[in-house]
Every structure is written in structure tokens, then in C-alpha cells.
């Protein structure tokens, strides 16, 4: 092989990898080029929809204008130029008080979001409970209740209370003495027994001899001895602790 052969060779080696470096570079302005296009056409789509707002804005901004100046000539008569300076300056000093406002509010709000579920629940147990109570009865009751306790205020004077209160104790020893279980035996045959002559009031004999047969029953005289020692324990009593003695009767 001859010595230009060899130099033809080595200038077409060394021109075609200047060709490939040149296409290189061709693709890489290509890429560039499609970039700054892409940008243009995105700058121009800004462009157009700033434009577009812009149009759709200015009869809102229009009307606005037109709404705060009327609004602000309204205000002159009742808010000066000074009083509003004032507020915006009170408003610059108290900006971290309106924040910690501001913060104490959105605590509150977390606070009702978070109690919201469990106030719910107990919405619906109470609504549940009156219900129920209403259902069983118990409204009516506490209603006549407070129309019960409405008449003691009113049949009542204050001292009146003051002396139930005074006896109170008395009272209630009197009332734990009544429930007994003897004493409510007692009373229940009572009852009974008054309830039996009620309806028999007009079959029962009245005449003496009838009465003196009922007192040969045992069970007569032992309940006229009852009676008879209760009245005896109702008799006011004197200094010394007697039943006073009445007027030609023995003790």
C-alpha cells in the first residue's frame, strides 16, 4: 500500500469523525431548540390565560371599585380618616394577641371536632333515658311533683319551715318509730278492722246486751286495754313527769 493511500485514509477517517461531531452537535441544537419551542408555546399559554383573566376581571374589578367607593363614602359619616389610622395601628399592637386569639380558637375548634363523636353517643343515651323515663312514667310523676312542691311553697309561710325544721329530728324518730315492723302490723290490722266494720256497720248489734257480750271477748278487752293505755300515754304530763289528773278523777 502506498504512502498517499495511507494519507487519503487517515483525512477521510479524521473527516468522518468530524461529521459525526457535527450531527452531534445538529441533534443537541434539535433538543435545544425544541425546549426553547416548548418554552415559547408554554410562555405563550401563560400570556393567553393571563389575557383571558384579565378580561373576566375587569368587570368584577370594576364593580368592586365602584362597590368600595360607595361603601367608603358611606363610612366617612361615621369613620374618619384618623379613627381608621388609629384602628390599624391598635390592630399592628395587638397582633399578637389577636394570634394567641386566634390560636385559642383553633384549640377550641380541635376540641369540638374531637368531642363532637362522644357528644353525639351522649346525645343519643340521654334522648334514649328520656325516653324511657317518659315511657315508665317518670316525667308525668316529676311534673306533678313540682306541682306538689309549688303547693307547699305556697301553703307555707318561712316560718312555718323554720319550725319544721326545729322538729325535724322529732319528726323522723317519729316516723322511724311508726314503720316498725310491730307498729305497721298494728296499723295494717287497724285498717283492716275499720275497713271489716265499715261494711258490716249496718249487721253489727247496738243494743247493751250485745255490747256486753262483745266485752266478755277476750279479744275485745285486750283491745279495749290498748286503747285504753294509749290514751292514758296521749295525756299531757306535769312538772314532775305525771299524766295531770282530771278534774275529780283519781291518778
Do not use: C
Not at 123 to 129: D, P
Not at 215 to 230: E, F, K, Y
Amino acid at each position: 500500500m502506498s504512502v498517499e493511500t495511507l494519507v487519503t485514509e487517515d483525512r477521510l477517517a479524521r473527516l468522518e469523525e468530524r461529521l459525526e461531531q457535527v450531527v452531534d452537535h445538529l441533534e443537541a441544537m434539535n433538543k435545544r431548540l425544541d425546549t426553547v419551542v416548548a418554552l415559547a408555546e408554554q410562555q405563550q399559554a401563560a400570556r393567553l390565560a393571563r389575557r383571558d383573566l384579565t378580561q373576566a376581571l375587569t368587570p368584577v374589578a370594576n364593580d368592586l371599585y365602584g362597590v368600595l367607593v360607595d361603601e367608603l363614602t358611606d363610612l366617612e359619616q361615621v369613620l374618619t380618616a384618623d379613627e381608621l389610622v388609629t384602628l390599624l395601628r391598635r390592630l399592628a399592637w395587638n397582633v399578637r394577641n389577636l394570634n394567641r386569639l386566634l390560636t385559642w380558637l383553633e384549640s377550641l375548634m380541635d376540641l369540638a371536632d374531637a368531642a363532637a363523636p362522644i357528644a353525639r353517643d351522649a346525645y343519643g343515651e340521654v334522648a334514649r333515658l328520656a325516653e324511657e323515663a317518659d315511657r315508665r312514667g317518670y316525667v308525668p310523676f316529676f311534673l306533678e311533683l313540682g306541682y306538689v312542691l309549688d303547693r307547699i311553697v305556697t301553703g307555707f309561710t318561712p316560718e312555718d319551715v323554720r319550725q319544721l325544721g326545729d322538729h325535724v329530728v322529732l319528726i323522723l324518730n317519729t316516723v322511724k318509730q311508726l314503720t316498725q315492723p310491730q307498729m305497721m302490723h298494728l296499723l295494717n290490722n287497724l285498717t283492716s278492722s275499720l275497713q271489716a266494720a265499715e261494711q258490716e256497720a249496718e249487721e253489727m248489734p247496738t243494743d247493751l246486751r250485745s255490747l256486753l257480750r262483745l266485752m266478755r271477748d277476750p279479744q275485745v278487752r285486750r283491745g279495749l286495754a290498748v286503747a285504753l293505755a294509749t290514751l292514758r300515754g296521749m295525756a299531757p304530763e306535769d312538772n314532775e313527769g305525771n299524766s295531770k289528773q282530771t278534774q275529780g278523777g283519781e291518778p
